[in-house]
């Protein structure tokens, strides 16, 4: 019996498992227990009861589903002799309707009661009170038929309901064996839970490394081992010497010859971007975004403070600084001869493409992971003529991307850059504008292909890019393009795969000017199989074929016709290059007249005595001293470096002499030469500006501060 249910609920239990509805199984269980006369005992549950009475319920319990054989195995075998006599007659009456098989130990009971003895051993019939004896049939066999046996079942809500009530009666038992189950599950739980946050660290890892160094596969690329190995001095010379004496070890003939012949691989890309776009190349789960990036000059212009147009990227800001610092004379720009700058303007971009997403889509989810928008009504590129301005973390951007936005001007720039220079003390203005002010600028696109006409339709194109009234008219008609967001790193974005301080346009813009400048007219021209090696732009041949050799004579007129060509500046220039500079041959004649005067060591030491001891400010004494250990060779190439050294300034001053004496009095074409090559120089309003007052001074005696 089940101990935590009560005398009524064991009894309905075989009902609820035959499916009975409660009212009937209730009404049944109850007529049983009359039955065996415990009417009076419904509530009481198995514990509370004597083993007499338990033996009852279980009776009561077989009758309950109305039998027509009851199974008896030893009902009196742990009962006193009274109460088993209790209980065989209520088999006893029980009997008069069923059929009662009893298996028992008890001969007496099974004397008083039984009408039928069946005695076994060993699983052997040892004697039949009352055996089968065989006779005739008096009755035909009713042919049984054969019902398909019935699932024993009960409802959801009654299974559920004895569930609950034996959890609910063994609390501590159910607590424990909970508590028991929950640290397995929990257990389970963290080691998943750990196995998913290693994995997802590493993901994350590797998606901020890649996205910050991508795999980067170019047309073409070259093996810098050999340079490496170069630099670090491992180069191994191929011979084998003894270590007898000095050897030498060409180092810087290694680092040279690496770097003139360096290996280079041609790479298919053609092949690979097809292979990249086929369908389960089996790189669709190991791959975030595929960028294609194309070697294509993005012309964009944005309108500066004054309202005019200014070409928006880093090169073109120092070409405007160079102009409005030195008035264009790159000579005397000591930016040209600083490398750092060049290097440092090919690593930077203004303008950068926006790595694709999935399906067509512009922006990848990458990157809207990484950045994050700010601004009301900033949002991300959904066009070709839309793009971005990306933010540092602290809001900024750099002055190159300000003057890429037309808020600064490049010549306030170069009034800053040679105040440093001067080492004056710069005020550096902290500007500020709200995001209103930078959503919705616009900018204008032109493609390359649109700063070249054939304006005399005869086949050959010219750059108009240096007209500035041509390119204003061109600017003003090109594609409209429109900053619709602003971004900036999210505050746990360990790497930015745009960086910052950048305006980043979409694939699709990329895309657009490709095609545009395929479809141009100068692109079709040069592509046109009459002009396969005809350069558009120069009207000369890419290859010259069957060149007959020039003769001097040739060569002499070939020279004629291009001085006449000339203007007057270029003439002027080259007449004073042409007088400042002796021929080799005369160089050589002179040279010889020179030194016939220096035969012996003892001139030699003279003259190079008096010329060391004018330049270097030594005593005479001192400079004796150096020469005792110089062989006579060594001083005669002193001479003659000295000697040419002087006819060459001679050559200079004399060429000066003459452009002078031109000055003084010129001629028409004279004067045209000379006033053209000064405009040359003149070329903006600083440089006038600074000429006229240094003439004005001489002129007048007023000071420069007044004159300007």
Known sequence: MISHQTVLSNVELALTLSGVSKEERRRRAKEALFKVGLADQLNKKPNQMSGGQMQRVAIARALVNNPDILLADEPTGALDTQTSVQIMEILKEISKEKLIIMVTHNADLAKTYSTRIVKLLDGEVRSDSRPVEEGPVVAEQKEVKKKGKSKTAMSFFTALSLSLNNLMTKKTRTFLTSFAGSIGIIGIALILALSNGIQTYIDDVQEDTLSSYPISIHREEADISNIITALTGKE????????????????????????????????????????????????????????????????????????????????ALMKTMMRAMYGGNASS??????????????????????????????????????????????RWPKAKDEVI??????????????????????????????AVMRREEVKVENNRWDYDEILGRTFK???????????????????????????????SNGMIIKIVGIVRPNENATATAL????????????????????????????????????????????VEENVEEVSPEELLQIAKAYFSGLNIQEKAVMYK????????????????????????????????????????????????????????????????????????????????????????????????????????????????????????????????????
């Open 236 to 315: 191994k010379n191929d011979y084998q010497h003894e270590k007898d004496a000095v050897y030498a070890n060409t180092v810087m003939y290694d680092l040279f010859n690496s770097l003139v012949n360096v290996e280079k691989t041609q790479n298919n890309l053609k092949q690979f971007k097809e292979f990249l776009e086929r369908d389960n190349n089996g790189l669709e789960e190991y791959v975030t975004s595929v960028l294609y990036t194309y070697d294509i000059k993005m012309n964009i212009y944005a309108t500066d403070v004054d309202g005019k147009y200014i070409k928006s990227d880093y090169e």
């Open 333 to 378: 720009n000591p930016l040209s001869s600083m490398g750092g700058m060049n290097s440092f303007g090919n690593r930077y971009e203004v303008w950068k493409q926006i790595i694709p997403g999935e399906n067509g889509q512009l922006v990848s989810n990458l990157l809207q992971d990484q950045y994050e928008l700010v601004g009301e009504g900033s």
């Open 389 to 418: 301005l990306v933010l540092d973390a602290d809001n900024e951007i750099t002055d190159i991307t300000q003057y890429a936005l037309g808020l600064l001007s490049a010549e306030k720039m170069a009034e800053n850059t040679l």
């Open 445 to 475: 696109l032109i493609l390359s292909s649109d700063q070249y006409t054939d304006s005399n339709n005869d086949g050959v194109w010219e750059n108009i890019s240096e007209n500035e009234t041509a390119m204003d008219l061109i600017i």
């Open 499 to 542: 960086g910052t301080g950048v305006l980043a346009y979409t694939q699709a813009l990329a895309e657009y000017i490709i095609d545009g400048v395929a479809n141009s007219a100068v692109y079709r021209a040069q592509a046109d199989a009459k002009n396969a090696n005809y350069d558009i732009f120069t009207g000369l041949p890419f």
């Open 577 to 708: 290059a042409v007088l400042s500079e002796p021929a080799e041959e005369e160089l050589k004649r002179l040279l010889e007249g020179y030194l016939v005067n220096y035969t012996t060591r003892e001139e030699m030491e003279e003259a190079i005595l008096q010329h060391l001891t004018m330049e270097s400010g030594m005593s005479r004494e001192k400079v004796v001293e150096y020469l005792r250990g110089y062989s006579t060779d060594e001083l005669k190439k002193m001479i003659v470096s000295a000697l040419t050294e002087m006819i060459l300034s001679q050559y200079k001053t004399k060429g000066e002499e003459t452009i002078n004496q031109i000055i003084a009095a010129p001629g028409e074409k004279e004067l045209a030469a000379i006033k053209a090559q000064y405009a040359g120089y003149l070329q903006n309003r600083t440089s006038k500006i600074a000429y006229i007052t240094g003439v004005w001074t001489q002129t007048t005696g007023m000071s420069e501060s007044a004159v300007a």
